[in-house]
C-alpha cells in the first residue's frame, strides 16, 4: 500500500504571497484599411515562490525561488475586402529558469474569417506550439523539471449560417464547430493524450 504523509512546520505562517510584475509595450501600425502590424514586447518577474528545503527535517518552508519569462510578439491582420479578414502571429519567448512548465519557445497561429453568401461565416485558424516542459515544478528547492511534451499543431474550423425567426422575433445563428481538422496526436501533460478530431452542433439566439 502507498503511504502519503505531509510534514508541515510553523515556517509557513511567516511566507509572503507570490508576486508577479508584469511589463509590456506595443506598437500597431495600420497601412490604410488594408494592413494592421503590431509588435509587442513583455516581460513578467516572478518572486517569492515559496518552496521547501531538505535537509533539515522536517523540510522549512521559504519564499526562495524566482523566475523571468520574456518575450516578443509580432502579429499582422489583412483585411483585402469587407468580407475576408486574415490574421497571423508569432511568440518568442524566454524563461529562467530554463525548465518553466507551460512556457513554450515558439508558437505560431494563423486563419481566416469569410463571410459569403450573405448569410453564412466561414472561420479557420491554426496553431504550431513548440515542444515544452510539462508538469508543475515541484516546490522544493534544486528540483529541475525533466518532463516535455512534444510540439504539435492544430488546426480547428467553425461555419455558420445567420438567420432571422420571425416566430421568436430575434437572429438565430447554426454553427457547426470542428475541432483538432487533421487529428493531431498531442499531450499538454504526457501520457494523457488531448482529443484527437472533434465537434459539435449548435445555435445561438440573440433577442
Not at 453564412?120 to 515544478?137: G, P
Request: proline share 7%; net charge negative.
Amino acid at each position: 500500500h502507498d503511504v502519503a504523509v505531509l510534514f508541515t512546520t510553523a515556517e509557513w505562517e511567516d511566507l509572503e504571497p507570490e508576486e508577479v510584475d508584469h511589463k509590456e509595450v506595443g506598437l500597431s501600425h495600420s497601412f490604410g484599411d488594408l494592413v494592421r502590424v503590431e509588435l509587442t514586447y513583455f516581460k513578467d518577474e516572478g518572486s517569492n515562490r515559496y518552496v521547501f528545503s531538505t535537509p533539515p527535517f522536517p523540510p522549512p518552508w521559504s519564499n526562495t525561488e524566482e523566475y523571468d519569462i520574456e518575450g516578443w510578439e509580432p502579429s499582422a491582420t489583412v483585411t483585402p475586402t469587407p468580407e475576408l479578414s486574415l490574421f497571423g502571429g508569432l511568440t518568442r519567448q524566454n524563461t529562467r529558469p530554463y525548465d518553466m512548465p507551460y512556457a513554450p519557445e515558439t508558437t505560431v497561429s494563423g486563419g481566416f474569417n469569410w463571410q459569403f453568401l450573405e448569410d453564412f461565416e466561414l472561420s479557420m485558424d491554426c496553431e504550431y506550439v513548440s515542444s515544452m516542459y510539462a508538469l508543475k515544478q515541484l516546490r522544493r528547492s534544486g528540483v529541475t523539471n525533466t518532463q516535455k511534451v512534444d510540439a504539435h499543431f492544430l488546426v480547428n474550423g467553425r461555419i455558420g449560417w445567420n438567420v432571422y425567426l420571425d416566430a421568436l422575433d430575434s437572429e438565430a445563428e447554426f454553427y457547426l464547430l470542428v475541432q483538432n481538422i487533421t487529428d493531431e496526436d498531442y499531450e499538454y501533460k504526457p501520457e494523457y493524450p488531448m482529443p484527437g478530431i472533434n465537434g459539435m452542433v449548435g445555435m445561438k439566439l440573440t433577442f
